[in-house]
Nanobody
């Protein structure tokens, strides 16, 4: 059974940085599209970033483009989200997700999810 475990969340001041990590097991990680999503209180879960199995195709939401970077290590079954120049609007629970099909932004298309890690950015 696939498991995804996020870590690296926390509290940071605006302008600061955090690096989220997602450790996976029980899935064919090297073939999976990996994504990061976030959900703020009272809002729907939204797409943040995704990376295809090869690591060569990267996708970002417009709101994080230029500030966040997604990467993956197929040798250790991990995916990371480097978040720089954080803003209070980035405050949310961040989720790691995996899928075996193409396409990146649709929440319902992802088959496996982690439990999430809280990111809080103070102004």
């Amino acid at each position: 059974q696939a498991q995804l475990v996020e870590s690296g969340g926390g509290m940071v001041q605006a302008g600061g940085s955090l690096r989220l990590s997602c450790a996976t097991s029980g899935l064919s990680f090297s073939l999976a599209t990996m994504g990061w999503f976030r959900q703020a209180p009272g809002k729907e879960r939204e797409f943040v970033a995704a990376i295809y199995w090869s690591g060569l195709s990267l996708y970002y939401a417009d709101s994080v483009k230029g500030r966040f970077t997604i990467s993956r290590g197929n040798a250790n079954n991990r995916v990371w989200l480097q978040m720089n120049r954080l803003e209070p609007e980035d405050t949310a629970v961040y989720y790691c997700a995996a899928k075996r099909s193409a396409g990146v932004g649709v929440v319902s298309s992802y088959e496996y999810w982690g439990q999430g890690t809280q990111v809080t950015v103070s102004s």
